[in-house]
């Protein structure tokens, strides 16, 4: 995929704001999983986020967008552009949407920090019952540190308590949006989900990188599993990670192999290579998650000494 196709995002929110459902709603939308799969919550993993009904650990997940051209794209006045971040030479077409849902409790914001390094742009999914937090506000913060482009999303809009006036002037103050800029949804009946994902692709800016450039990849989160060893998930920055090929860990000097690459579409989806702008997974050979940390940047043997 083109790096003018791709768009990496994440969605942060406060806990019980709708984030997981809206992500549900964005897979469901986009043909990622087929409808008799789905389930609430789907990239909750765990069985305590799933009791709980919380977000506790980072999941990414690709989805495949295809967004018609709006004439509304074709008479955007620069002023406008420049106010709303618009990408102006978006085209329509088939796009990738590599989402990291991310955690809204106060106790996981490290999650949150590492997500928001492999990202272009933020989703900010405010409750209009509620209206902003002040764990939003933190999450906030941290995404304006990185330059992340953000989308303001009110949700739960259909409930008799929301108070979209007021939650609105609460967002325009926090960001300095202005108020056609924030999409009103309900994430539980999908209603203007679609919106949400068309902003993606115009507001986000595309990743940068060269491919022909020393591979460098960061490391946002690895676990050990049972039956395959490491694995890492990775934000490609420049050149690419072939299956097979011998890595690198810049931080830790760990040596190990790519016995797998690939994305999650929810699940793990091997590809022959990952390359520039893309997340995905690495299978390694590592015996350990000491050897592979979070913020490490993999690259590959060859580029070594």
Request: aromatic residues 4%.
């Amino acid at each position: 995929m083109k790096l003018d196709r791709i768009r990496n995002f994440c969605i942060i929110a406060h806990i019980d704001h709708g984030k997981s459902t809206l992500a549900d709603r964005m897979m469901e939308m986009t043909g990622t999983v087929a409808k008799r799969e789905m389930k609430s919550q789907l990239l909750d993993s765990m069985e305590l986020e799933r009791e709980k009904g919380i977000t506790i650990k980072l999941a990414p997940v690709r989805m495949k967008y295809e967004y018609q051209l709006e004439q509304s794209d074709i008479s955007h006045s620069s002023e406008r552009n420049r106010t709303a971040q618009t990408n102006l030479d978006c085209m329509g077409g088939m796009y990738d949407l590599n989402l990291i849902d991310t955690p809204g409790h106060v106790d996981f914001s490290y999650e949150v920090s590492r997500s928001l390094q492999a990202c272009e742009g933020a989703v900010l999914v405010v409750d209009a019952s509620q209206g902003i937090q002040a764990q939003t506000l933190a999450n906030v913060y941290l995404a304006m540190e990185q330059d992340l482009a953000i989308i303001p999303v009110l949700n739960k809009v259909d409930l008799p308590a929301a108070d979209v006036p007021r939650v609105s002037r609460q967002v325009i103050n926090l960001l300095g949006c202005r108020e056609d800029e924030i999409i009103q949804i309900s994430a539980k009946t999908g209603n203007n989900v679609d919106q949400v994902l068309a902003a993606i692709v115009k507001r986000v800016p595309a990743p940068t990188g060269n491919m022909h450039d020393k591979t460098r990849a960061l490391i946002f989160d690895s676990y050990y599993d049972d039956y395959r060893g490491v694995i890492l998930y990775v934000r490609v920055v420049d050149g690419q990670i072939k299956k097979s090929e011998a890595i690198h860990m810049m931080a830790t000097g760990a040596n190990g192999l790519a016995l797998e690459v690939g994305h999650l579409s929810p699940g793990m989806i091997p590809d022959p290579s990952l390359g520039t702008g893309e997340i995905g997974y690495i299978v390694t050979n590592l015996k350990t998650t000491r050897e592979a940390r979070v913020g490490d940047t993999v690259t590959l043997k060859k580029y070594i000494g």
